[in-house]
């Protein structure tokens, strides 16, 4: 049963796709957690730690796709699933501050008041 077929390994695997990819796996978790969590002032911390997670996957995936690109490493799948998940959370969570800040600059009269007696 022997061949003389020369025996191939696949190219190593890139840390830094690994890394996109559980950055982005952990953003939407924390994202989609936020609202499926009943808790009290659970988007205090799920919101941020999501924005930097998505930023982290997306720095980390193109990173690791230059990276893939200059070496011959596998782990462009790990690589851009974790830009693309990172980086749609990170979009959804831009247009979210950039509406809240139009809510407050254009319609302050249809935001209640946080503090009793505060006139603008």
């Given amino acids: 049963m022997e061949s003389n077929e020369p025996i191939t390994s696949s190219p190593p695997t890139n840390r830094h796709s690994i890394i996109s990819l559980i950055l982005g796996v952990l953003t ?71 509406a809240v800040i139009f809510l407050f600059v254009f319609a302050p009269e249809g935001v209640p008041p946080f503090l009793p007696g505060y006139q603008v």
Wanted: with cysteine; net charge positive; glycine share 14%.
């Fill in 28 to 98: 939407v978790v924390l994202f989609c957690g936020n609202f499926l969590i009943p808790l009290p002032f659970t988007s205090l911390v799920c919101l941020p730690v999501s924005f930097l997670l998505g930023l982290g996957a997306l720095i980390y995936g193109s990173v690791s796709l230059n990276r893939i690109r200059k070496h011959n490493e596998g782990g462009g799948v790990m690589a851009w699933v974790g830009i693309l998940s990172g980086g749609f959370i990170f979009l959804c969570l831009i247009c979210i501050a950039v």
